[in-house]
């Protein structure tokens, strides 16, 4: 079965930079999340995007901007990277967000570091 | 605003024993769901199990199940006959659907579990 694709899966950077983190929901997922997960921290809930527009926000820092696409991928921008970027981040996908359960299907992660 | 807490960091146990992975939330919502994850060393998240509030019986996936206790507001998971392979970090985590929106999960802090052989 399909799953949530990230890419890339690894990405360096230095301090002061931007990066762009891609992800593919699974088909007919029409939802996104993003998360980040510091090193030996629990996943922090970044935002979210249902059917194209931004439904919750989280402890998203503001140099960071995030949309969905029309085919329903999504991207984070990170801007003015700092050494505390560097984490783990993990998007996944739901379909629907209803009052009802949906499961969030993770991708494998890009794990970002920041020298 | 939610809140996990999950009390054991750490645990070791002995191969095809069972185990009990604690957790606790708060919330004022009555609509939520419960959450548990497994994350390996490898660092993908794997779903195991879930709960919703107004479920009226545990819920039960393969040799993972969860103690559901509304009124003391834990979820509890238990793995039965455990193996070297659920060597792992879990995550309990809540999901409240009372907003209508794609809210995020809100994760507790973890729990590190080691299988002996």
């Known amino acids: 079965a399909a799953g949530v694709i990230q890419s890339p899966r690894h990405l360096i950077k230095e301090k002061r930079e931007t990066a762009t983190l891609k992800c593919y929901p699974i088909?007919?997922?029409?939802?996104v999340y993003w998360y980040q997960q510091g090193p030996g921290q629990d996943p922090q809930f970044l935002i979210s995007f249902y059917e194209k527009m931004q439904s919750d926000k989280g402890s998203i820092p503001d140099r960071f901007s995030a949309q969905q696409f029309s085919d329903y991928h999504s991207e984070l921008n990170m801007s003015s990277l700092e050494l505390g970027d560097s984490a783990l981040y993990f998007c996944?996908?739901?379909?629907?967000?209803?009052?009802?359960?949906?499961?969030?299907?993770f991708g494998p992660g890009t794990r970002l570091t920041v020298l | 605003a939610q809140k996990i807490t999950q009390t054991q960091p750490g645990m070791f146990v002995q191969e095809k024993e069972a185990v009990t992975l604690d957790c606790t939330y708060d919330?004022?919502?009555?609509?939520?769901?419960l959450f548990w994850y497994k994350q390996p060393s490898s660092g993908e998240m794997i779903f195991l199990i879930y709960q919703g509030s107004y479920d009226q019986q545990n819920a039960t996936e393969g040799r993972y199940s969860l103690n559901f206790q509304k009124a003391r507001k834990s979820a509890n998971l238990v793995i039965s006959a455990s193996q070297l392979g659920d060597s792992a970090m879990y995550f309990c985590a809540m999901r409240v659907v009372s907003g209508g929106g794609a809210d995020g999960l809100t994760f507790g802090k973890g729990t590190h579990l080691i299988i002996q052989p």
């Open positions: 088909p007919r997922h029409d939802t």
């Open positions: 919330t004022s919502d009555p609509s939520y769901g």
């Open positions: 996944a996908s739901s379909l629907g967000t209803s009052f009802s359960y949906n499961e969030q299907f």
